[in-house]
Structures are given as structure tokens and as C-alpha cells.
């Protein structure tokens, strides 16, 4: 490949993509992991590691993680259970305020065949 195509490349990347390009986006890490009780019921876990730059020091850095346990009751039926907590340090950027959530959600859904 030509260096000008490989020139023109890199700029449209920049162009087209600013945040991953120049690295001003925010850092993210993702982890999801699932353990197969049967073969159409599972322990899931979640594990987001989210930190964002404002202008100047600030950082904000959240966790969050999620356990759930998804089943099929009958054919039709299907149950799942949630447990998330998270974590945010210097929300929006604001040194020392933190803020902390624990979310339970439970869902039954049917599927019509």
C-alpha cells in the first residue's frame, strides 16, 4: 500500500474517530462471564470499569458489577434475577463526591411459539 493511502487512512481516522484516534474518550474495561447450569440456564457475571477525563484533573472512575441468574421455568417461561452494584468516584468530575447503588431486578417473560 502507498504511503499516501496509508496517509489518508490515518487521517480519515482521526477525522472519523476522535475519541479512540486521539485517546480523549474514556477508558472502559468489560468482562462478562456465564456458567451453564443446563443448557438453557445460566449464572451470569458483569464486571464494567469505566474512567472518564473532564478538563483539568478530574477523573471519574466508576465500577460496576452484576451477578444474575437466568432460567427457563417451562417451555414458555423464563425467569431471571439481578443483583448490580456500582460504585462512582468524582462523579461527573467533582472531586469527593462519590456515590454508591445496589439495584435488584427481577423479570419473568414469556415467549410464544
Known sequence: MPLSRIA??????????PAVALSAGPEI???EARYFLLPSSYLERNVD???R????????ESWR????????LMENFRAEGRLVYESISNENGVVGKDATD???QAAL????R
Do not use: H, N
Request: net charge negative; no cysteine.
Open 8 to 17: 489518508a487512512l490515518a487521517v480519515w481516522m482521526i477525522l472519523a474517530f
Open 29 to 31: 474495561f468489560l468482562q
Open 49 to 51: 470499569i469505566t474512567r
Open 53 to 60: 477525563s473532564f478538563p483539568g484533573p478530574e477523573r471519574e
Open 65 to 72: 458489577v452484576s451477578d444474575a441468574i437466568v432460567a427457563w
Open 102 to 104: 445496589a439495584v435488584f
Open 109 to 112: 417473560s414469556y415467549q410464544y
